[in-house]
Structure formats: structure tokens, C-alpha cells
RNA sequence: CGGGGUGUGGCCCAGUUGGCUAGGGCACCUGAAUGGGGUUCAGGGGGUCGGAAGUUCGAGUCUUCUCAUCCCGACCA
């Protein structure tokens, strides 16, 4: 490809919205161009790249047996309505005003209604169906560029199985296939065990890049035995011991203490495992003529909860208890609530591992300005249940103790997982086993975010200079640029090279021929842009019989002599 | 949705207590020189200062409203 007929609008300065490495590159190597917020056009090298990462998904899904559709994007209410999701996108959905119809953000809805009056006997199953498509979700913030957009592609995939067992092998085989894509995408991944409750599915993994710009935390070990979302992470932690003493509790005052930290400092302790934290939340009546019911959970005064695993016991729909609840629901404010006192009775406890059968703990007193101690939670709270219900933290040990935890941000780039029945169930796509009978298809879906591997792999492969393209997905494998415009021989000479030698578009050359840029301008573009091998053609080097190579990566220079140009070059694209 | 920031040629920015024809750098056009790490000189084009209303003799600058956009948080099947 010549530059002077290829668009490539590169930036000297970074665009000042641009805030991740990531999101500045792309715009500064005029990959991309924000119409709006969360919405980008993709330019000429963007697409490329894309493009590129699009044909390594398809490979890969019909090498495990995929099918691939296109689907549309505008499709009609109704059928959110019959899943009921119309209500649990709500804002996230982009609805048309003029004609009953949603843009999708996703596709189980629209699959399962191609799969209800085909896939009726259990001979049509298991099958796999995918497609590379346009999502749009109106995303509250979108940010970090195409990281998270309001109109992406992602390649989403669907099992339909007979049985849970046929999920099973649909499900490994797009883990699998997961895999490969990233391995081939250049891409230094994991995956974690992932949240999967709302959707009722038995498992979910999402695969994450570890990234400063990423939205999810995880805990991961070194070695790599252990990768968690925080979600739903666990770790070995001694519980807090019980001690030989039967005190009764009791009430004291503690004038402006509202934080495990002022409680502590106040009562001149540095470890707070035994000031129990508690929080207040509330799980809404689904029926209005019923009432709502109340959790008062329990964990060490250095622990956080975490609210995910609350959803895991109690479902999607608990929250915290907003300031006039607490007062009402317990008889104090936040920072002096507690087990003991509450002014509601029907108040359910629960605690946290850690605090099983715990006493002499000190927790808030129900009353303003007071605490409790002395607290056992074996003799004095009633029907107390026990779950797991912390944050794990940075450093703590894997449940077998073997390895430590680290606690970092990521990119989520694709998420497995086992759906069951739900959408079956709900637009009724059942299928007839060898007996006759009828069964709910069972299903897995798939994502993968097209553009966030784009912006990943830029994340983990750049420097000062610019973006460094490697393997499958660099936009082009060679960058040729003459550096000595004002001599025709040199001309001549890069245009016989990249005619002759490299014949044209074969090789995946993009050839810098424009005559007016100076050489210095060429080469920051060429690192900008990052194409993995530069050969540059000037005269300090040709009279020689000599053309430089630069390698992106390392930025490593060789003289090559003319007659062995191809060899070398054949030989650094597969290295590089 | 809550909090904070920013809107001035294509890009990055300056613009004093309200005051004359709104500036600079980059980019662009013309000419000349130059030609291996974002050249130099000369000339030139391009701006309803996000929008609306208001205060004032006078508004880029002050007030109100509004729109857009970015960041933090909440949210994210």
C-alpha cells in the first residue's frame, strides 16, 4: 500500500481527552476518530486491524464447528419483553422512538428465535452458532476510548445442547477455541472465575489482559494457579480466635466515633479483627403487599463485603440501606449499628466466615455515640448464618496456602458461559428427545469484544515513540520508506524494491512514498504506527549495495546487502 | 444519576481589573532554500470565542439557563 494514496492522519500531540495509552495511541496513529462520546469511526489502519482480529475469531470458531450468521441490530420489543430483559437493560438498551423496536446489546434473544422452530429434535443438536456483529449499549460513562463504547463489535457465540453434559463439551470447546485467540492475538491473558448468578448459569469465565486501563479487578497468583474476578475471589485466612472468657456485653460510650478507624484509635488498638463492621442492606419485596426483608452483615473491621457475593445468597436486587432505613430499621446511624440492640427484630444476621462462633468483639450499640463489647456471637445473636462474604486482599494466601495473591486491574476481553435454559424456557424453544418428550434446549453463550483486543494488545505493547505491532494482527508486516526523496536514484531504487522485490501488496507493504515529507517525519510516523520491520532505502547506505532494517520492537538496526534483502526479511516477519 | 473539570480556526493552547482590528505554536496554501530523526526563511488563507438570554456605552472575559465533552464515583444482563 503507498501512503500517498492510503489515509493516515497521524497526530504530533496527544488529543487532550485521551486519557489511556491505548485510547491516545489509536487517535494519534489514525486508527480511530470519536464522532461522539462512545462512538468511533474506525479509520483505513484501525480497520485493518480489526479486520485482522475479526479473521482470527472466525478461523477459530469454525475450527471448533461454529456456524456464522448476521444478525440484525434492530430488532422488535417484543421479544425483550417475553425474556423480561426489556427491564433489566433498562437504560442500557437504545430505544427507537418512532417505531417499536430496540437496538441489541446482545443476541440470545434474537438467536433463540431462529433456533425455536429449527432446532426440534434432539438430531438437530448440539449445534454452534456465532456471528461478528455491531452492539450498542447506551453505557452510562463510556470511557478509555474504545475500551468501552456505546457501538462495538463483538463476535457472540451460542451452544444449543441437549443436555447440561453437552453444554459441558460446547462450553470447553469455546474455552478452547478462547484460547487460541488470544494466543494468536499477541495477547498476555488469563482467565478468572467470573460472577454468573443473575444468569443462573453453573459457570462463567471471563478472560482478562492485566491493564492499569482495565475496569476489573481480579486476584491472580504468580504462578498462575489462581485467577479470580474479586467478585468472587477467595483466600486462606486464619478466623478470629475464640477466647477463654464468658463476659457479658455491654454498652459504652464512644462520643464521635463513626469508622472502624476512629473506633480503633479510640480505643488505642491497631488490629480491628474483632470490631465487627456492620452494614445494613435490603432485599426488596417482589410483591408490593409484601415487606421488605432486612440483612444486618457482619465482618472484621478490616474487611470490606463484597456485595457480589451478598447477590450470590440473596439475588441481583440487594442494596445497601440508604440513611433513613438505618435509622429506622436498627435505631442509630451508620458507624453504630451492631448485633446487639436492633430496634427492628426481624432484622436477619449474617457474618462472615471469619467471625464463626466469635466473642469479645465490639460492634456499634444500635444507639449514637455507643459500642458494645464483650460480643459472642455463639451466645448472644440468635440464628446468626455464616457465608463468605469479604473482599479478598492484596497478599493474602490461596485457600491451599500455597501462593499469594495479587490483587490488579484488567481488561475483560471475552466472557464464557453456561446459560442453561432461561432463554428456552422463556420463548419456548424445546426440542423432542428419542422418547418423544419434550425438552428446553440447553444453552451457552459467548463473547468477545473485537476492539478491546485491539486496545489490549496496545496497552501491553507500546512505548514512548508509538504503538509496537507483532504477529497476526500488525496492520502490515513492513514499513519501506526512502529517506533520500531529493535523489532520484534512491526513488527508483525504493520503487523497484517495492515493486520488484516485494510485489506490491503481497508481503503487506506499506510504503511510504510520499515526496514531500522530510525523513525525519517519516521515521516518528513509522514508529508511531508501528509496523514490526522498517526498511529504509537512503544514500549513505545504498552506495554500499547496503538497506537498513529497523526492528519496531527492539530497535535494532541492520545493514542488509540489497541482493539478500527478501531472505532477511522473509526471515524477521516470522520472528516479529 | 451524584461530584469535579473543560469548551477560543483542523490539533495543542494563551487571552490581565470587562476596553481598540481575538493571539501563538503545529497543520494548511504560495515561493525559495534544504533533504537520514517531527527543516529554514518570506508571504498567505482560515475564528458566529459551544449555544441562548441577560447586565453594560462596551462581553472571549460578568450573571442565568442550556448543550457538548472528559475525569472520579454509582451502574454495567
Redesign the pocket.
Known amino acids: 500500500m503507498r501512503l500517498s494514496k492510503f489515509f493516515l492522519p497521524?497526530?504530533?500531540?496527544?488529543?487532550?481527552?485521551?486519557?489511556?495509552a491505548s485510547?491516545k495511541l489509536m487517535l494519534?496513529a489514525g486508527m480511530i476518530r470519536?464522532l461522539?462520546?462512545?462512538?468511533y469511526s474506525y479509520l483505513p489502519l484501525g480497520l485493518i486491524v480489526f479486520r485482522k482480529i475479526e479473521h482470527i475469531i472466525r478461523e477459530e470458531m469454525n475450527a471448533i464447528g461454529g456456524s456464522e450468521f448476521l444478525l440484525p441490530a434492530l430488532t422488535p420489543s417484543e421479544i425483550w419483553s417475553q425474556t423480561g430483559?426489556i427491564e433489566?437493560?433498562?437504560d442500557?438498551m437504545f430505544k427507537i422512538k418512532n417505531r417499536d423496536l430496540v437496538l441489541a446489546?446482545?443476541h440470545?434473544e434474537v438467536f433463540t428465535s431462529i433456533a425455536k422452530p429449527n432446532l426440534v429434535s434432539y438430531k438437530d443438536l448440539p449445534t454452534m452458532w456465532y456471528q461478528i456483529q455491531t452492539?450498542f449499549?447506551n453505557?452510562?460513562?463510556?470511557?478509555?476510548?474504545v475500551l468501552?463504547g456505546r457501538q462495538f463489535t463483538?463476535k457472540d457465540a451460542y451452544s444449543f445442547d441437549v443436555d447440561y453434559d453437552g453444554l459441558d463439551i460446547s462450553y470447553n470447546l469455546q474455552d478452547k477455541a478462547y484460547k487460541s485467540i488470544f494466543t494468536r492475538s499477541g495477547l498476555r491473558f488469563f482467565s478468572v472465575n467470573a460472577?454468573s448468578g443473575?444468569?443462573g448459569g453453573s459457570a462463567s469465565e471471563e478472560f482478562m489482559v492485566e491493564s492499569e486501563a482495565g475496569?476489573?479487578i481480579v486476584a491472580i497468583t504468580e504462578d498462575g494457579s489462581y485467577s479470580s474476578n474479586i467478585e468472587v475471589a477467595v483466600s486462606y485466612k486464619e478466623g478470629v480466635s475464640r477466647r477463654d472468657s464468658n463476659l457479658s456485653y455491654e454498652p459504652f460510650h464512644t462520643p464521635n466515633v463513626k469508622s472502624i478507624d476512629e473506633l480503633a484509635e479510640f480505643l488505642g488498638i491497631s488490629d480491628k479483627s474483632r470490631l465487627a463492621k456492620s452494614r445494613v442492606f435490603v432485599n426488596p419485596a417482589k410483591d408490593s403487599d409484601k415487606r421488605n426483608e432486612y440483612i444486618l452483615v457482619l465482618v472484621c473491621g478490616d474487611d470490606e463485603v463484597n456485595?457480589t457475593k451478598l447477590q450470590n445468597i440473596f439475588g441481583?436486587n440487594i442494596?445497601s440501606g440508604h440513611p433513613e432505613e438505618l435509622a429506622e430499621i436498627t435505631g442509630a446511624d451508620a458507624g453504630s449499628i451492631g448485633p446487639i440492640g436492633l430496634k427492628n427484630k426481624e432484622v436477619k444476621i449474617i457474618a462472615d466466615l471469619l467471625l464463626k462462633d466469635a466473642n469479645e468483639l465490639i460492634s456499634g450499640a444500635n444507639k449514637n455515640d455507643y459500642h458494645t463489647k464483650n460480643i459472642d456471637l455463639m451466645r448472644d445473636v440468635k440464628n446468626i448464618e455464616y457465608y463468605d462474604l469479604r473482599v479478598v486482599k492484596d497478599g493474602e494466601l490461596t485457600t491451599d496456602k500455597k501462593q499469594k495473591i495479587k490483587i490488579t486491574k484488567a481488561i475483560e476481553v471475552g466472557?464464557i458461559f453456561k446459560l442453561g435454559s432461561k432463554y428456552a424456557e422463556a420463548l419456548h424453544a424445546y426440542y423432542l428427545d428419542k422418547d418423544g418428550i419434550e425438552h428446553p434446549i440447553v444453552m451457552g453463550?459467548y463473547?468477545i469484544g473485537v476492539e478491546r483486543i485491539a486496545a489490549s494488545y496496545i496497552e501491553q505493547n507500546h512505548d514512548e515513540?508509538?504503538i509496537i505491532w507483532g504477529g497476526e494482527i500488525a496492520p502490515f508486516k513492513i514499513h519501506l520508506i526512502c529517506?533520500?526523496?531529493?535523489?532520484k536514484d534512491?526513488v527508483e531504487a525504493t520503487e523497484k524494491i517495492y515493486n520488484d522485490l516485494f510485489n506490491g501488496e503481497k508481503l503487506e507493504v506499506l510504503y511510504d512514498d510520499r515526496?514531500?515529507?522530510?525523513?525525519?517525519?517519516?521515521?516518528?510516523?513509522?514508529?508511531?504506527i508501528g509496523i514490526p520491520i522498517?526498511i529504509?532505502?537512503?544514500?549513505?547506505?545504498?552506495k554500499n549495495g547496503n538497506?537498513?532494517i529497523?526492528i519496531r520492537k527492539t530497535g535494532e538496526?541492520l545493514l542488509i546487502p540489497l541482493d539478500n534483502l527478501y531472505n532477511k526479511v522473509l526471515e524477521l516477519i516470522n520472528e516479529y
Open positions: 497521524t497526530l504530533k500531540e496527544d488529543p487532550v481527552d485521551a486519557v489511556v485510547h494519534r470519536q461522539t462520546s462512545g462512538v430483559r433489566d437493560f433498562g442500557i446489546p446482545t440470545e452492539k449499549r453505557e452510562a460513562r463510556p470511557r478509555s476510548g468501552r463483538m460472577f443473575a444468569m475496569e476489573d456485595e441481583q442494596r466472557h453463550s463473547g515513540k508509538g529517506a533520500s526523496v531529493a535523489n534512491m515526496y514531500e515529507v522530510r525523513p525525519g517525519f517519516k521515521f516518528n510516523d513509522a514508529d508511531l522498517q529504509i532505502i537512503g544514500e549513505r547506505n545504498y538497506v537498513e529497523k538496526r
